[in-house]
C-alpha cells in the first residue's frame, strides 16, 4: 500500500512525524480522508478526533486535536494544531469538568468573543471524551 509522509505539530510539542498510509481529520465540512498522491489542499482543522493508519504495524492511531490546519503538498502533510493528546493522556474527569464550565459559560450573557472562547472549550472537551474511549497503539 502507498504511504506519504504526515507531520503533526501541536504548539507545545510534535506529536507524530512518520509514514503514513491514511489520515482522517475533522473539518467544518466533516470528517476529511487523505491518501497517497492526494493533490495539494489546504484545509481548516476543528476540534475533533484524527485518526491515522502508520504505515509499521497498519492499524489507527488516535489522536483529540484542537483547532488548526492542514497543508497537504508534493505528497506530504502537514498538520499545524494548538493541542494534540493520545488517549492515554487525557483525563477524562477532567474533560467531562471542563465540558460542563464550558456549556455554564455558553448560558451565560456575555459577549461574543467570550462565547466563541467558550464554544472552543466545549467543542475540545467534547474531542478529548470521544477520543479517549479510541484504542489506541502509540
Given at each position: 500500500?502507498?504511504?506519504?509522509?504526515?507531520?503533526?505539530?501541536?504548539?507545545?510539542?510534535?506529536?507524530?512525524?512518520?509514514?503514513?498510509?491514511?489520515?482522517?481529520?475533522?473539518?467544518?465540512?466533516?470528517?476529511?480522508?487523505?491518501?497517497?498522491?492526494?493533490?495539494?489542499?489546504?484545509?481548516?482543522?476543528?476540534?475533533?478526533?484524527?485518526?491515522?493508519?502508520?504505515?509499521?504495524?497498519?492499524?489507527?492511531?488516535?489522536?483529540?486535536?484542537?483547532?488548526?490546519i492542514?497543508?497537504?503538498?508534493?505528497?506530504?502533510?502537514?498538520?499545524?494544531?494548538?493541542?494534540?493528546?493520545?488517549?492515554?493522556?487525557?483525563?477524562?474527569?477532567?474533560?467531562?469538568?471542563d465540558?460542563?464550565?464550558?456549556?455554564?459559560?455558553?448560558?451565560?450573557?456575555?459577549?461574543?468573543?467570550?462565547y466563541?472562547?467558550?464554544?472552543?472549550?466545549?467543542?475540545?472537551?467534547?474531542?478529548?471524551?470521544?477520543?479517549?474511549?479510541?484504542?489506541?497503539?502509540?
Amino acid at each position: 500500500m502507498n504511504s506519504f509522509h504526515l507531520c503533526i505539530l501541536a504548539a507545545d510539542k510534535p506529536f507524530y512525524d512518520g509514514e503514513c498510509v491514511s489520515l482522517c481529520i475533522p473539518t467544518d465540512d466533516g470528517i476529511y480522508g487523505i491518501q497517497a498522491n492526494h493533490h495539494n489542499i489546504i484545509a481548516a482543522i476543528v476540534a475533533g478526533t484524527v485518526s491515522f493508519k502508520i504505515k509499521e504495524n497498519d492499524e489507527f492511531e488516535f489522536a483529540a486535536v484542537s483547532q488548526g490546519i492542514m497543508k497537504v503538498e508534493s505528497g506530504e502533510v502537514l498538520l499545524l494544531v494548538d493541542t494534540a493528546e493520545r488517549p492515554e493522556e487525557i483525563d477524562e474527569n477532567r474533560a467531562k469538568q471542563d465540558a460542563i464550565e464550558a456549556r455554564e459559560e455558553i448560558l451565560k450573557k456575555q459577549s461574543i468573543a467570550e462565547y466563541r472562547d467558550a464554544e472552543a472549550r466545549l467543542a475540545r472537551a467534547l474531542s478529548r471524551i470521544k477520543t479517549k474511549g479510541k484504542t489506541a497503539r502509540f
